[in-house]
Structures are given as C-alpha cells and as structure tokens.
C-alpha cells in the first residue's frame, strides 16, 4: 500500500538555526500538507500546495517557513530560523484531489529547537 | 472560536462494549468530514470518511447530522485495539482544502 515518508524522522536544532523537512507524497497524489502538532495539542493546518504553487496558509505559516517541490517527488518544509515554539512534530499529508477527498498522513518529523 | 469541538474524554470501556463519539462543527459551509485515530507519537491514520447518508465500515458507522452540525462515531463490540485517540476532522469547500482538526476524544478498551 502507498504510504507518505518523511524524513528525518526526529530533528534537533539550536534556536536561530535554518531546518528542512522532507516529505515524499504518494506519487499520484496532486495535493500536498504540511500540518504541526504541538505536544499534547491538536494538529494545526499550515499549508496546503498544489500545481506547483501554495494554495492555502494558515497565519502559523509566517515569512519564516517555505516549501518547496523541488524535483517531481519531494515535498519540503523550510524553518529559516526556528523559535522555540517551533518544537512540534510536522506531519506531511497528500490527497488525490482537493475538495473532499481524505488526506493521508506521513509518520511525521518531531522537531526539538534547543 | 472552535471550529471543531469534541469531548476529550478518556472513555474507558470494557472489551466488548458499544462506545459513542461526538462532535460538533461550527461551520455551517464545511463539506467534508472525517474520522481519524491516532495512536500515542503518532500520525493521524484515516479511519472513515462521513457521508451524509451515514456509513459503516465494519463495526464502525459514522453518521453527519447537517441541522444539528455535528457528527459521530459509533464502535461496536470494542477491541483492545481500538485503544487510541479519535479525531474529528472537516474540510471546508473553499479553502486549500485545509483540514480542521478537533482535539481528539481518547479511548482506552479495557480486558
């Protein structure tokens, strides 16, 4: 069964430094996520891409992250100077379609910002 | 304000046992609705789609009552398996697609 990657799977980073998370979507799927969960919190949208371009930001989703398709598999998630707030574990989804259609989760990365 | 609110529980049943979930929307334009299960550290792992007409996927029915904006989660003949956390999700039509999560409902099935 196709499954969504991500890697690495635990990232620890000092305070200030740039990380990148890495995604590998089900390779038919069109539409691409990144969401966070902070622990012993709820999991919070903060992008959603499709066609090569952003669709869709939450307010988290502030100048200090970006993503990218860089090549026709991977799906990343740059923090160009992480917050300690930013410690979560970043979940990557991907759907076949938009509107409507379930979305499927990676394992998820949890990133610790020191 | 919420869009998605659940019970938090935890809901301890014995195996075997009938449990209900809830959860209530507060969108009225919210078109898709989901449930998720999600094991401790871990990700959120489909369990059902919700459709109108209520659906049921072995011991699972879930059921979208539109009027009263909420949806629920049925779990017959409990297994200690189906210990997890439970999300309620929606989508909203004009949105990325972006999913709103509840804050999950915890189940324990005791032996």
């Known amino acids: 069964e196709p499954e969504v990657t991500q890697t690495p799977s635990h990232q620890v980073t000092q305070m200030g430094q740039e990380v990148i998370l890495r995604c590998v979507p089900i390779?038919?799927?069109?539409?691409f996520y990144w969401y966070r969960q902070i622990l012993g919190q709820k999991v919070e949208f903060l992008v959603s891409?499709?066609?090569?371009?952003?669709?869709?930001k939450s307010e988290i989703f502030d100048d200090q992250f970006s993503v990218e398709r860089p090549d026709g598999s991977n799906f990343t998630l740059k923090i160009r100077s992480t917050k300690l707030e930013d410690s979560a574990m970043y979940f990557c989804?991907?759907?076949?379609?938009?509107?409507?259609?379930?979305?499927?989760f990676g394992p998820g990365t949890r990133l610790t910002v020191t | 304000r919420k869009e998605v609110e659940q019970d938090p529980g935890p809901f301890n049943v014995p195996e075997g046992a009938t449990v209900a979930f809830n959860c209530t929307y507060s969108?009225?334009?919210?078109?898709?609705f989901f449930w998720y299960r999600q094991d401790c550290r871990k990700e959120p792992k489909l369990l059902m789609s919700?459709?109108?007409s209520g659906n049921e996927d072995g011991r699972f029915t879930a059921q979208l009552n539109r009027a009263s904006q909420y949806i629920s989660l049925l779990i017959r003949d409990s297994k200690l398996s189906d210990s997890a956390t439970y999300l309620c999700?929606?989508?909203?039509?004009?949105?990325?697609?972006?999913?709103?999560f509840g804050t999950g409902t915890s189940l324990t099935v005791i032996p």
């Open positions: 919700v459709y109108s």
């Open positions: 891409f499709y066609n090569n371009e952003i669709s869709e």
């Open positions: 989804a991907s759907s076949e379609g938009g509107r409507n259609y379930e979305q499927y």
């Open positions: 390779s038919n799927h069109l539409y």
């Open positions: 969108n009225s334009a919210s078109q898709s």
């Open positions: 999700v929606m989508g909203l039509p004009y949105t990325g697609n972006q999913f709103y």
